[in-house]
């Protein structure tokens, strides 16, 4: 399984933008970056996700490198709900599996 | 549409005993995934099945883990029998095949596994 890096923890403060950083300098060619995040004691939900370009949705935007080997979720203004540890997955290969990391623990300061 | 389901939320067991979770994907998702999430780490996969054949189970400790997904649609795994560090939270998640990787996986609430 291809292998990503991420801090194991940031903090930033509430109505701030939030820049999470993702190393995966192993990614192949028709790999999918994904992200996730887990509110506490809640299953893992579905941000984003992109393959060359960058990506924006109602959540979050996905910035790629030109490389892929690096990606950043960016959120634009935090708030306190999006406290969660924030997960960085590549996706490929016909099997499509799902394969979790230790992720990067964002507090938000009020 | 309705999210993946899964029971019980809770149980405590004793060690030795036997326990079984299940899960109800979301209508005509053909991947479901099993996971096992220790306090304070990520998940980590034990099971993927595509409709109802097994595509990856090799974190799965077979020799008291089981799973099953007849029919293709919902999914028990079954612990047997169980102990101390089988504590954890147990999700279940489910995600079509139509867009391939292109595409989201849901999650469920999980089940949460104390055993003493």
């Known amino acids: 399984d291809a292998k990503t890096t991420q801090p194991n923890s940031m903090e930033s403060n509430e109505e701030e933008p939030v820049h999470l950083p993702c190393n995966h300098s192993?990614?192949?060619?028709?790999?999918?970056i994904h992200w996730y995040r887990q509110l506490p004691s809640q299953g893992p939900e579905y941000v984003i996700h992109?393959?060359?370009s960058n990506v924006n949705n109602r959540m979050a935007s996905l910035a790629i490198a030109e490389d892929r080997k690096s990606s950043t979720l960016i959120l634009h203004r935090a708030t306190l709900r999006d406290a969660a540890v924030y997960y960085c997955?590549?996706?490929?290969?016909?099997?499509?599996?799902?394969?979790f990391g230790q992720g990067t623990r964002l507090t938000i300061n009020p | 549409e309705a999210g993946v389901a899964q029971s019980p939320r809770y149980k405590i067991i004793e060690k030795r005993q036997s326990v079984a979770f299940w899960c109800n994907p979301i209508?005509?998702?053909?991947?479901l995934y099993w996971y096992q999430q220790i306090l304070g780490q990520g998940p980590k996969l034990l099971i993927q099945?595509?409709?109802?054949?097994?595509?990856?189970d090799s974190q799965l400790p077979k020799d008291r883990f089981s799973a099953e997904r007849l029919k293709g649609v919902d999914s028990t795994l079954k612990i047997q029998p169980a102990k101390l560090e089988d504590s954890a939270v147990y999700l279940c998640?489910?995600?079509?095949?139509?867009?391939?990787?292109?595409?989201?996986?849901?999650f469920g609430q999980g089940t949460r596994l104390t055993v003493v």
């Open positions: 998640a489910s995600t079509t095949l139509a867009r391939g990787l292109n595409t989201e996986a849901f």
């Open positions: 192993t990614i192949s060619g028709t790999d999918y």
């Open positions: 992109g393959l060359t």
């Open positions: 997955i590549l996706r490929g290969g016909g099997a499509q599996k799902l394969v």
């Open positions: 099945f595509q409709n109802n054949g097994v595509v990856d």
């Open positions: 209508s005509g998702h053909a991947t």
